[in-house]
């Protein structure tokens, strides 16, 4: 479960990873280097299916009230598919 818990944290302080997180939720997991378990994937998908669409919208809430109060945010996950010190930051631009 630790891992949903990264994810739905780097969705509160990473626009752009929050909006894929919601497109294509298991290839943005896979993208950023989850490897998840059957009740890890399973939990992902309810949180995303668009059943409850509050959840994102209390995840952009949280984004806007700028929790991270520098853009790209310094907290924001990075996806995998960078090589060794090519890993760039995610976020937008302030």
Aim: charged content about 25%; hydrophobic content about 35%; proline content about 7%.
């Amino acid at each position: 479960m630790n891992n949903v818990l990264t994810i739905i944290g780097a969705a509160a302080v990473d626009d752009k990873f929050l909006a894929s997180l919601f497109d294509d939720p298991i290839g943005t997991a896979r993208r950023y280097g989850f490897q998840l378990d059957l009740f890890e994937r399973n939990a992902l998908l309810e949180l995303t299916n668009g059943k409850q669409p509050e959840i994102k919208k209390g995840l952009q809430r949280l984004y806007d009230m700028k929790i991270c109060p520098t853009r790209p945010c310094p907290w924001a996950l990075a996806p995998v598919d960078y090589g060794p010190g090519e890993r760039q930051k995610t976020g937008t631009e302030r």
